[in-house]
């Protein structure tokens, strides 16, 4: 076993309601490594991000994530930044509280703050190009600076694994290579492996270094070439899928999933 | 009706007002505490969009306190334990939203229910039965008053220790979870503590008016502030406010105290809208 691997996945399956989503699934990220996970809909995508946290189960299989057995949640040295829902606009927090709960949201006792902390928080507010707005009330922030202050404070404890869950849904264009570009940047500057789950691949075609495409109860690991094209994306769908080049940006047309409609929209917005 | 008659019952006792002062002093500091705690705790019930919920365990907590009643049991226990009953219920069973929402529903007139079922079968006292219902915290026996107070400080305390980590599960409870904080605990816990500061609320308000001291000073907090520390104090100085100008009011004259506290809570809510919904115009032409 490599014990420098941030993440190791052995023998993983996944079953639903009597149905194997993927099976045999054998994963060794590297350090600095950016895997993008892509799927239709309901192909475990979420459930695969979460087991790493031990917050899911797998159906079988074992995880080790820097270099410990996964059993329950709580390691911190983990990001996570969960698949976003807008936080109501009278939510009781500026955007730097956003950041803040990943500093000491998961401390009990009095909440009187610690030394230093203050410092760390206004860091990593930086970090993620959050000066300007962080002293707004969250619930009036954009979709895209919400996303920011988010990765911010998964970005708490130098995480040397980051899982981001669809990061880049309903932002424009913009803002999703904003995004793209801290995930990116945390990961050459520290060496932390990345995760991520989306339904576009354009926005980060150009950082992936592989790709792990869950489909028709199967999946598929390799570089993008070797798995964004119309022969392999047809023989995992079982169905005739093309992959079409329009400039530097791919579009997978004829996969059988809802979600490929997202792509159409997000173009539209560019 | 004529308006002297009005009059006396609004401020008939104001020549004797010192007097009654000093007789009621122990209820103006268990309003105090309860206004402190219910404006604190509505933040969260805000964030964690349970007033239905709240409504609930006070119904719950109405039938335990009706049935200590007639069982001749000590009455503060009684709504203690009934809610504590429906608390440790709907935060076992309702985990989500919807289902939370079809289980408080199926509860409340249940427990409303059974509440009316005992105060009818109860011969005692008559005063003492809608008390309950409607509130009437200067009935309340010295001894008692020391308890809700006890009570409330404790719950005070626990959410002061729990608050951080439940800051986090109710913005999001997955990220939460994902860093170590037991949410599933930390949301059980904080139900006890609702159910408990809601048996508080049942003495001094009454059970169908829980709402307008934990939930009516949060929400105007959260109309004008929104930071992590002024929503919260901003809440509670308008839950003490309320409970105790409400009761200041109550004594000079023989009018129940709810009715004193829910118009100031209901006032400092409008005021709030007010200015909000001002500053909103404003921000919007500057942009």
Not at chain 1, 69 to 97: E, F, H, K, M, S
Not at chain 1, 126 to 153: N, T
Not at chain 1, 247 to 267: K, T, W, Y
Request: glycine fraction near 12%.
């Amino acid at each position: 076993m490599n014990a420098a691997s941030p993440l190791e996945i052995r023998g993983a399956a996944l079953r639903r309601g009597g149905r194997e989503l993927w099976s045999g699934l054998d994963l060794t990220v590297e350090p600095g490594e950016l895997i993008a996970v892509l799927g239709p809909s309901g192909s475990g995508k979420t459930t695969l991000l979460r087991a790493v946290l031990g917050l899911d189960r797998l159906s079988e299989g074992r995880i080790t994530a820097l270099g410990s057995d996964v059993r329950r949640a709580g390691n911190r040295r983990i990001g996570y930044v969960p698949q976003q829902r807008p936080l109501p606009r009278d939510t009781a927090l500026r955007g730097r509280d956003l950041v803040r709960l990943g500093v000491d949201g998961h401390r009990f006792g009095f909440p009187f703050p610690r030394r230093g902390e203050r410092a760390r928080v206004d860091a990593l507010v930086d970090a993620v190009g959050g000066r300007d707005f962080a002293d707004r009330p969250v619930g009036l922030l954009s979709g895209g600076e919400q996303q920011r202050l988010r990765i911010g404070q998964a970005l708490a404890d130098e995480p040397r694994l980051l899982l981001c869950d669809e990061p880049l849904t309903s932002l424009d264009l913009a803002n999703q290579q904003a995004v793209v570009g801290l995930i990116d940047g945390h990961r050459r500057d520290t060496g932390a492996a990345v995760l991520l789950v989306t339904h576009d691949i354009n926005p980060v075609l150009g950082k992936v270094d592989r790709i792990l495409y869950l489909a028709g109860g199967r999946f598929t690991l390799g570089s993008p070439d070797d798995v964004l094209n119309s022969r392999v994306l047809s023989d995992l769908y079982g169905a005739p899928v093309f992959v079409l080049r329009a400039g530097d940006r791919l579009v997978v047309v004829g996969a059988p999933d809802a979600e490929a409609s997202h792509h159409h929209h997000d173009e539209a917005r560019a | 009706m004529n308006w002297s008659d009005v009059w006396n019952a609004m401020f008939g006792g104001i020549a004797d007002y010192g007097d009654i002062l000093a007789l009621v002093s122990n209820s103006v500091w268990a309003g105090a505490v309860l206004g402190l705690v219910g404006g604190l705790i509505g933040v969260f019930v805000m964030q964690r969009d349970m007033a239905f919920a709240v409504h609930g365990i006070s119904e719950l907590s109405f039938a335990g306190a009706a049935a200590a009643l007639l069982f001749g049991f000590d009455v503060v226990t009684g709504s203690i334990v009934g809610s504590l009953i429906a608390a440790g219920l709907i935060g076992w069973l309702g985990a989500r939203a919807r289902e939370r929402n079809s289980i408080i529903g199926v509860l409340m007139p249940f427990g409303l229910g059974l509440g009316i079922l005992f105060l009818s079968l109860y011969s005692g006292r008559s005063a003492n039965r809608f008390s309950l219902l409607t509130g009437q915290i200067v009935s309340v026996q010295s001894d008692q008053l020391g308890w809700l107070i006890g009570i409330g400080a404790v719950v005070l305390v626990a959410l002061l220790l729990i608050w951080r980590p439940l800051r986090f599960d109710s913005l999001d409870p997955q990220a939460a979870a994902a860093r170590g904080v037991p949410t599933r605990w930390v949301s059980f816990a904080f139900m006890l503590l609702l159910g408990l500061i809601v048996a508080v609320a049942v003495h001094i308000i009454g059970a169908l008016l829980v709402l307008a001291l934990v939930v009516t000073p949060a929400a105007a907090a959260m109309r004008v502030a929104s930071g992590p520390l002024s929503v919260p104090l901003l809440a509670a100085v308008f839950g003490v406010f309320s409970a105790v100008g409400g009761i200041l009011l109550a004594v000079a004259g023989t009018l129940p105290v709810s009715p004193y506290i829910t118009t100031i809570s209901f006032v400092l809510y409008l005021v709030c809208r007010g200015i909000g919904a001002r500053r909103d115009r404003a921000t919007r032409s500057d942009a």
